[in-house]
């Protein structure tokens, strides 16, 4: 017995159609059989901007390691920060 799916509706907005599929189940809706997989290669991630303070010996220190390898400082603090976190996962790379 195969369930009537029923119509997805249009969204005016991004944030719309978000805030359907954080409360609809995708399951009732969408035909997962004939999905595909699909490659994304120039898909960027979602970023926030924060504010962070930071000792000064600790981002002197992270200026002159960032120096050192001539790259931004605040990349080498994001690589840092992710490395611990995936780290803390247990999902290292």
């Known amino acids: ?41 120039n898909l960027q991630p979602s970023t926030t901007s924060i504010s962070l303070r930071l000792p000064v010996g600790l981002l002197d220190a992270s200026k002159i390691a960032a120096q050192k390898r001539d790259a931004p400082y605040q990349s ?13 996962r247990g999902t290292a790379a």
Request: aromatic letters at 10%.
């Open 1 to 41: 017995m195969t369930k009537a799916r029923k119509s997805i509706p249009k969204f005016a907005t991004e944030s719309d159609g978000r805030a359907y599929w954080e409360r609809e189940d995708s399951i009732a809706d969408l035909d997962w059989g004939r999905a595909e997989r699909v490659r994304l290669p």
């Open 76 to 88: 080498l603090i994001k690589i840092w920060l992710a490395e611990k976190v995936d780290k803390g």
